[in-house]
């Protein structure tokens, strides 16, 4: 097959006006083009008044290598390349131990998955409980502020990511095309065809909850076991290799693979692997607000006369400015059309993240508006002292937000101003179980509000009225990423603990699901190929 980069079309063209174009580009006929798919469809709206339609295509025809060898020197004009998952290994009819995986988000799912897809029939555990009750749990929290800190936004079947927008892009390097089978895995389990193609792929809560369920099944039909409610209490180390580990149920399982995949948030996890011995770094990470607005501004903002469109969807933004005191600030997981959520896993915090469905058409849009912080910001020299910070700054939001698990909220105008807010303006916030508006100054160190304080006029050069003085902020986001690095070698296993494989989020390797899911795949492979050699 032939791929064509590069094809440029107005935002309204016709299905003709697309086979048109293939037709010029490759200076073929009509009956020359056996068929051709959308491999990939974005948009390029630098003109809000023009916005085109930009397309990658693979093209079959009667003769792609005469037609290839034609177009040789035109850069966008190539052979379609084979983009298929290859595994690296296979289990050993004799395999003498299984190996295991804590944690069953996007990084535990995919490297349960690739291991049982190879014939190794992990175990894999976690914490919490499956989603669907999961979800209960965490609507129940929302609703009536029960807070159960073993299922909820953070832990249980799908990992934080099941409660977000569902994004499905990464910035990662990926030249073996494990994102290509990360997204085929997602729609062979339930996903829109769509996120194949489309630039900038998201599913949704709702539609993550039923793919999570189809992808546990499909483990345990390969050999694979999944146990819920299993948290980790214990690592068996000796002599620098992993034995076991011991369950909170004070059950033992012995393996000398285990692959530690439990998100950014299992901060006991972490406590437990310090006092264990395995090496860990704090590393930077970011703590900020969330800024709402209403969507329809947005769309409008950076649409124009296309706002609405469907092939658009709801606009989004990503934004970044350097501050005068050396702090960047940046957003993070916007949220179009979307809700801002309670995010805490430990009760007595308040802790903020953003969440969409599908169709992303709640009133509101949300970003996390955030700055960058590293180790010599945290209170000690400790591994865990981001850990520190995260809880302190958590336990001031539960406080000024009222001890009920409400959040601190502030208009920007106000925070812009230095003054506590006392009445909401035209944005409604969208954060559940509620709202208690105050003075967020009470909560950041004082070098990150300056920096958010001189961040958002910045925006909103960028984007008009996003210093709307009725924009909600609410406080506070602390779980950006993981606020420490399990160090691993090339092998993917612990530098000092032969056997632990340290992946995805909360590990430090992945910042996302996308990144997540991929790690997981990595860290399968190199766990198959070490057990293949141990044999």
């Avoid at 409980?129 to 029960?146: A, C, S």
């Avoid at 501004?297 to 989004?316: H, Q, S, T």
């Avoid at 208690?436 to 910045?458: F, M, N, R, S, V």
């Amino acid at each position: 097959m032939i791929r064509i980069t590069n094809v440029k079309l107005p935002l309204d063209h016709t299905p003709d006006q697309l086979q048109a174009e293939i037709l010029a580009t490759l200076k073929i006929q009509a009956e020359q083009l056996l068929d051709f798919t959308v491999f990939r469809r974005g948009f390029d709206a630098r003109s809000k008044h023009k916005i085109s339609l930009m397309y990658t295509l693979d093209v079959e025809t009667y003769n792609d290598e005469a037609l290839l060898k034609k177009h040789s020197q035109n850069q966008n004009i190539r052979p379609t390349p084979d983009m298929s998952y290859k595994y690296v290994a296979q289990a050993p009819e004799n395999l003498t131990e299984r190996p295991v995986v804590v944690g069953f988000g996007p990084c535990g799912i995919f490297t349960g998955l690739v291991l049982a897809e190879m014939g190794y029939k992990p175990i894999i555990l976690d914490r919490g409980k499956e989603v669907r009750e999961r979800t209960k749990d965490t609507f129940g929290f929302w609703r009536n502020r029960t807070l159960n800190t073993e299922s909820n936004v953070q832990f249980g079947e799908g990992g934080a990511g099941t409660f977000s927008d569902g994004k499905l892009w990464t910035q990662i390097n990926d030249k073996k095309h494990y994102g290509r089978k990360v997204m085929q895995d997602f729609v062979d389990a339930g996903a829109p065809a769509e996120i194949l193609y489309v630039s900038k792929p998201h599913i949704g809560t709702f539609k993550l909850v039923g793919m999570v369920e189809k992808m546990r099944a499909k483990i345990i039909e390969l050999g694979g076991e999944i146990r819920f409610n299993s948290r980790v209490d214990d690592l068996h180390i000796e002599d620098g290799q992993i034995t076991g580990l011991t369950l909170s149920n004070g059950q033992q399982i012995h393996s000398k693979y285990i692959a530690l995949a439990t998100g950014h948030s299992a901060r006991d996890t972490f406590e437990m692997l310090h006092h264990k011995g395995v090496y860990i770094e704090a590393k930077p990470f970011s703590i900020g607000f969330r800024i709402e607005h209403n969507q329809s501004a947005i769309d409008e903002v950076l649409f124009g006369k296309n706002a609405g469109n469907p092939l658009l969807g709801a606009a989004d933004y990503k934004l970044v400015h350097h501050c005068k005191n050396g702090r960047s600030v940046y957003s993070f997981c916007m949220c179009p059309g979307g809700t801002v959520v309670a995010a805490t896993s430990e009760e007595k915090r308040v802790v903020t993240n953003g969440m969409s469905q599908y169709s992303r058409n709640e009133r509101n849009a949300n970003s996390a508006i955030v700055v960058g912080i590293d180790p010599k910001d945290y209170p000690s020299d400790s591994p865990l002292a981001g850990i520190e910070l995260q809880r302190q700054l958590e336990s001031a939001a539960y406080v000024l937000g009222g001890e009920n698990y409400d959040a601190p909220g502030q208009l920007v105008g106000d925070y812009l101003a230095g003054k506590s807010s006392a009445q909401l303006g035209k944005i409604e916030p969208s954060y559940k179980p509620g709202v208690k508006l105050t003075d967020l100054t009470k909560i950041l160190p004082d070098y990150c509000l300056e920096a958010i304080q001189e961040a958002i006029p910045a925006f909103n050069k960028k984007i008009s009225g996003f210093a709307l003085k009725d924009a909600m902020l609410t406080g506070v986001e602390t779980r950006t990423s993981s606020p420490v690095c399990i160090k691993r070698g090339d092998d993917y296993q612990s530098i000092n603990t032969k056997g632990l494989y340290p992946a995805g989020e909360g590990a430090g390797y992945a910042g996302g699901i996308m990144s997540a899911a991929i790690d997981g795949i990595r860290v399968a492979e190199a766990m198959a190929l070490a057990m293949n050699e141990a044999q």
